[in-house]
């Protein structure tokens, strides 16, 4: 006769089995389940100051943020990849004797650039920033104060910093200030973005500036060209600070040598087309 496994064995077995199954089973579930967590995660835009990272000469570089989380609150950092066009912008904290010089390298040029101005800026240039408007320039908002808006998170504080710019600037030049945002030291958070975009703004980064700031440690021509043309791409923001002498030393030759490049340039009104919001 053949001895049979007791019953009570035969489940115990068959209990362990389902058990060991179950856990891989039990283990997948919680993988999907928290794959909606980490894109989110990836999606997310963390507070901090605007970055970049250029992997290769001549090409696009890769921002904090990319491109498509950005445009839910319809910022940017970049044009179209696939269009040689540069989009120029200048930010001033203060006037330095420079923009004169800019304004009639730009005229001669027919460029049209982005100048974003601070609250005292406006107050002791008025004469600059309406000749900016006359020649076709577009005045965006840097704020009244130039703080850290990372800083104010609350809704009120954050109105009135750009609330207060565009009053002054109505009351400078007589016309509403168009509403393009760009955080002071480019310091940002996604609340931030979110406010702006309730505001009715669009927010401008950039992919290329270099440290062109410092007034007592200026950068030579050779210095600002070796940043400035090797890593120029289709698309580009390019941030330059009104206040440098250097800028305003080589910006002939520059506006130049990136038309000899095949460059054309365009206002930041066109920045955020379709096509500037999309993948090429």
Not at 111 to 116: D, G, I, L, S
Not at 237 to 264: M, Q
Request: glycine share 6%; hydrophobic share 35%.
């Amino acid at each position: 006769m053949i001895a049979r496994p007791h019953i009570g064995c035969i489940e115990v077995r068959r209990v362990k089995r389902i058990w060991k199954y179950s856990r891989f089973f039990i283990a997948a579930l919680a993988l999907l389940a928290l794959l909606p967590f980490v894109r989110m995660e990836k999606e997310s835009i963390q507070t901090g100051s605007w970055g970049l990272s250029f992997q290769t000469e001549g090409q696009a570089p890769n921002g904090n943020a990319d491109r498509q989380t950005l445009a839910k609150y319809d910022a940017a950092y970049i044009g179209a990849e696939d269009e040689k066009v540069i989009y120029l912008t200048f930010d001033a904290g203060y006037e330095n004797g420079c923009t004169e010089k800019i304004l009639d390298v730009l005229k001669q040029h027919d460029v049209r650039a982005a100048f974003f101005l601070v609250g005292n800026y406006l107050e002791q240039n008025g004469a600059l920033v309406k000749r900016m408007v006359k020649e076709g320039h577009i005045v965006g908002n840097h704020t009244y104060h130039h703080w850290d808006m990372s800083k104010l998170s609350d809704r009120e504080s954050f109105e009135n910093e750009l609330r207060s710019l565009e009053v002054l600037y109505e009351q400078t030049v007589g016309q509403e200030l168009p509403k393009f945002y760009r955080p002071p030291q480019g310091i940002y958070s996604e609340e931030n973005l979110k406010m702006a975009q309730q505001m009715g703004y669009k927010t401008v980064f950039w992919s290329l500036a270099y440290v062109d700031w410092y007034n007592d440690k200026q950068p030579t021509s050779q210095e600002a060209f070796s940043k400035l043309i090797p890593r120029i791409h289709n698309g580009a923001v390019v941030l330059l600070h009104s206040t440098s002498r250097t800028n305003a030393e080589i910006l002939d030759e520059l506006l130049n040598r990136y038309k000899e490049l095949g460059y054309r340039f365009e206002g930041i009104d066109t920045l955020f087309e379709e096509k500037n919001t999309t993948n090429h």
